[in-house]
């Protein structure tokens, strides 16, 4: 049970407060600290991020506040919106006067003026975020909570303050945080508040990409993260931000043979990579991986159902949708293509037939990546059958041991061929061309493939070699 109390202890603990409700008492002007501390503070959770609201303007109450912290370079002023943040021992803490909004139709920015603490409470999103406690000399710690949020999160309940109808229509991107926070705190979303995400999801269209990977970023981060992508489906969402991702729902049944929910089993494969790892990129990679399902579907009698190529199409998809969520287009997106492209590769190794050449391939193709990408195959594994999913978890483990002997042995990973296109244009004088190529590929190709090993003096006489095949002679030393 959540008590109201616990404010008091925490805020007497902290010299920030204790500065802000000395400044509060001199000015005579009333603050509180409202919003995610509150709420962090009551569940027990550890916040950098304060929001202090003052009834009165809130850059001169910061500028106060940090001349006696004795805070000279990290304070920043916003005049325009009449705000200011203060960075101080790891803390950011926010500034603004207390207010109430107003909206216009086509958009999320609000048209502000100066409100009561109350009218600035009921423009939040959810009641748990409604929470205020007093940094006032008289009333220092005590939990002003007009809409119940306390209730709420001792109910572990993600409600509005207000009708749901117009907090989303107002902020469309409540609707994305709703869900956000449903799933970072594995609470439930207020059947009311939830139907008001149903009736105003087209609304979501008016915001920003880059609030909406915001929080979807936040939401890849939780510890369960498949949550929050069953509550986008549920509430409409999903089908609008993320159709790829949609259209792997649902099973097709034809003449008896039917394939898995693709949808379901992605959200399981990012569970299971979510209880091993907490990077995001690679949890991207296992939301994407079977992303191609959809368009390479096929049936056939013979076969049942089937989805070749699905890694291949899946890898050219990635960049497609790292543009529209304007997600990093460079060492992130070739990261996440990458095991997108190779989730598929170790099963094959997985046979005990598998030769040492196909190995040092899949080393030198992940690279650096290959523990990641053996994350993820390792999470692939969905089966219910617990005697089968122990066969694919032994095979894979196994496969980890090939991995490890052949790097041990022929130091694959990352490499780069003892020789380059730019020796062989010196070697046998010749200019940058096909021809250039072909030789460095069959150097390449001829470490991996174990016929020489990874040492200069071999590769220079196996391109001696291969170089008289072609008739081409190397350069005359003078």
């Known amino acids: 049970m959540i008590h109201s109390q616990a404010g008091k202890v925490a805020l007497s603990n902290q010299k920030i407060f204790q500065v802000v409700s000395k400044i509060a008492s001199s000015e005579r002007i009333q603050a509180y600290v409202i919003g995610g501390f509150v709420r962090d503070t009551l569940l027990g959770k550890k916040c950098k991020d304060i929001d202090i609201v003052v009834l009165g303007n809130g850059p001169d109450f910061a500028?106060?506040?940090?001349?006696?912290?004795?805070?000279?370079?990290?304070?920043?002023?916003?005049?325009?919106?009449?705000t200011a943040m203060i960075r101080w021992r790891g803390y950011e803490i926010e500034f603004v006067g207390a207010r109430r909004e107003?909206?216009?139709?086509?958009?999320?920015?609000?048209?502000?003026?100066?409100?009561?603490?109350?009218?600035?409470?009921?423009?939040?999103d959810f009641t748990i975020n409604a929470l205020a406690f007093s940094l006032n000399p008289d009333d220092f710690g005590q939990l002003i909570d007009p809409f119940n949020g306390i209730q709420d999160l001792n109910d572990r309940i993600i409600r509005t303050p207000t009708n749901p109808d117009v907090t989303f229509s107002d902020d469309p991107l409540r609707m994305m945080r709703a869900i956000r926070f449903a799933t970072q705190l594995h609470f439930d979303i207020h059947p009311d508040t939830l139907a008001g995400i149903r009736k105003n999801c087209q609304r979501i269209d008016i915001v920003s990409m880059e609030r909406i990977t915001d929080e979807l970023n936040k939401i890849l981060s939780a510890s369960t993260p498949s949550i929050g992508f069953y509550l986008l489906d549920e509430t409409g969402l999903l089908s609008r931000i993320f159709p790829e991702l949609q259209a792997l729902?649902?099973?097709?049944?034809?003449?008896?043979?039917?394939?898995?929910d693709n949808f379901r089993h992605t959200l399981e494969v990012l569970d299971n990579v979510a209880r091993v790892s907490d990077n995001l990129w690679l949890r991207w990679a296992a939301l994407l991986h079977d992303i191609a399902k959809p368009v390479t579907k096929k049936y056939s009698p013979q076969t049942g159902w089937t989805f070749h190529g699905h890694d291949f199409v899946g890898q050219k998809m990635?960049?497609?949708?790292?543009?529209?969520?304007?997600?990093?287009?460079?060492?992130?997106?070739?990261?996440?293509?990458?095991?997108?492209?190779?989730?598929?590769?170790?099963?094959?190794?997985?046979?005990?037939?598998?030769?040492?050449?196909?190995?040092?391939?899949?080393?030198?193709?992940?690279?650096?990546?290959?523990?990641?990408?053996?994350?993820?195959?390792?999470?692939?594994i969905t089966s219910k059958n617990k005697k089968l999913k122990e066969i694919y978890l032994e095979n894979f483990r196994?496969?980890?041991?090939?991995?490890?002997?052949?790097?041990?042995?022929?130091?694959?990973?990352?490499?780069?061929?003892?020789?380059?296109?730019?020796d062989i244009v010196q070697i046998f004088n010749i200019p940058p061309s096909k021809t250039v190529g072909i030789l460095k590929n069959a150097?390449?190709?001829?470490?991996?493939?174990?016929?020489?090993?990874?040492?200069?003096?071999?590769a220079y006489q196996f391109l001696l070699k291969k170089a008289e095949e072609m008739g081409i002679k190397p350069a005359v030393k003078s």
């Open 63 to 82: 500028r106060k506040v940090a001349e006696e912290l004795h805070i000279k370079k990290d304070v920043t002023i916003f005049e325009n919106f009449g």
């Open 102 to 124: 107003s909206y216009l139709p086509h958009s999320r920015k609000p048209l502000v003026e100066a409100g009561t603490l109350e009218e600035d409470q009921l423009r939040r």
């Open 249 to 260: 729902k649902g099973v097709e049944n034809i003449e008896g043979h039917s394939h898995k």
């Open 318 to 380: 990635v960049p497609t949708i790292f543009r529209r969520f304007r997600l990093p287009l460079h060492d992130k997106m070739r990261y996440v293509q990458k095991l997108v492209g190779l989730h598929l590769r170790p099963i094959v190794l997985a046979k005990e037939d598998v030769t040492d050449s196909a190995v040092r391939r899949l080393l030198f193709e992940a690279g650096d990546h290959i523990d990641d990408l053996m994350i993820l195959c390792e999470a692939d």
């Open 398 to 422: 196994l496969v980890r041991q090939k991995l490890k002997e052949i790097e041990e042995k022929d130091r694959i990973r990352n490499f780069q061929p003892p020789i380059d296109g730019n």
């Open 443 to 458: 150097v390449k190709d001829a470490i991996l493939d174990g016929i020489i090993p990874n040492e200069y003096e071999a």
